[in-house]
């Protein structure tokens, strides 16, 4: 989305409001998602501001330092990629998974719920990743495992998702345990499409969960809905 060559070009101005992602996303022929990535890197980059609950904001012509911050894969694409390759290799590990790798990944369970409990959302965060990983090493396949090790790679070192991250713990987008014990039941009950669903559920809430911890709720559109629901409920003369 080149939002920032227009906003170099002055067709949005310093100090002035962005259209709505949405309008963003119908002007430049994009998904919403792309328009939130594409919004990540100019806030990473300070050309623009994020007002929770008012928009986003302008701030400068040119990014800051002079240099535009090298934004690497956008963090919905990773997870698109990860629910693709990740809900195949929990198919797979549900054929190959050992009695060890089973212990393993009961442990990395509990030290998710641990992590939750203590409020510890870092020790989580790692469990949670080494609980993905160790999914796809159960799988006894080495690219499997090497594709899959790479995305998360490319997860920890895009600054997109790191800005991402920052605002899913400010929002409380948690790991979930629930959503793990489910995958790990479907792995250790053998069933190869009950893993796959289970990866898939688990990667599609992910992906809700921190489009709606990064929602910016535009203050006019929630004035818009209040009067129609005003409208709607009124005394008809």
Same mark, same amino acid.
């Given at each position: 989305?080149d939002?920032?060559?227009?906003?170099v070009?002055g067709d949005?101005p310093?100090g002035?409001?962005l259209?709505?992602?949405?309008?963003?996303?119908?002007?430049?022929?994009?998904?919403?998602p792309?328009?939130?990535?594409?919004?990540?890197?100019?806030?990473?980059?300070?050309?623009v501001?994020?007002?929770m609950?008012?928009?986003v904001?302008?701030?400068a012509?040119?990014?800051?330092?002079?240099t535009?911050?090298?934004?690497d894969?956008?963090?919905?694409e990773?997870l698109?990629?990860?629910?693709a390759?990740?809900?195949?290799?929990a198919?797979?590990?549900?054929?190959?998974v050992?009695e060890?790798?089973?212990a393993?990944l009961e442990?990395?369970?509990? +030290? =998710?719920?641990?992590?939750?409990?203590?409020g510890?959302?870092? !020790? $989580?965060?790692?469990?949670? @990743?080494a609980f993905?990983l160790?999914?796809a090493e159960?799988t006894?396949?080495?690219?499997?495992f090497d594709?899959v090790?790479s995305l998360?790679?490319?997860?920890?070192?895009?600054?997109?998702?790191r800005?991402?991250?920052?605002?899913?713990r400010e929002?409380?987008?948690d790991?979930?345990?629930?959503?793990?014990?489910?995958?790990?039941?479907?792995?250790?009950?053998?069933?190869p499409?009950?893993?796959?669903r289970a990866?898939?559920?688990?990667l599609?809430?992910?992906?809700?969960?921190?489009?709606?911890?990064?929602?910016?709720? +535009? =203050?006019?559109e929630?004035r818009?809905?209040i009067s129609?629901? !005003? $409208?709607?409920?009124?005394? @008809?003369?």
């Amino acid at each position: 989305a080149d939002i920032a060559g227009r906003i170099v070009a002055g067709d949005y101005p310093v100090g002035g409001r962005l259209p709505s992602e949405r309008e963003l996303a119908q002007l430049l022929n994009v998904s919403r998602p792309t328009v939130r990535e594409a919004l990540f890197a100019l806030e990473l980059d300070g050309y623009v501001e994020v007002r929770m609950g008012s928009g986003v904001y302008v701030m400068a012509r040119a990014p800051r330092g002079g240099t535009a911050v090298n934004v690497d894969v956008g963090p919905f694409e990773l997870l698109e990629a990860r629910r693709a390759f990740e809900a195949e290799a929990a198919a797979l590990a549900a054929t190959r998974v050992s009695e060890e790798q089973l212990a393993e990944l009961e442990a990395l369970l509990q +030290e =998710i719920n641990d992590g939750l409990a203590a409020g510890d959302i870092l !020790r $989580s965060e790692a469990a949670d @990743q080494a609980f993905h990983l160790k999914v796809a090493e159960a799988t006894g396949n080495s690219a499997i495992f090497d594709v899959v090790a790479s995305l998360w790679e490319a997860r920890d070192r895009s600054p997109q998702y790191r800005l991402l991250t920052q605002k899913a713990r400010e929002a409380r987008v948690d790991p979930v345990g629930d959503e793990h014990a489910a995958i790990l039941d479907a792995v250790r009950g053998g069933s190869p499409d009950n893993a796959r669903r289970a990866m898939q559920l688990h990667l599609n809430r992910v992906f809700e969960s921190l489009i709606a911890a990064t929602e910016v709720h +535009e =203050i006019e559109e929630t004035r818009r809905r209040i009067s129609a629901t !005003r $409208s709607k409920f009124s005394p @008809q003369s």
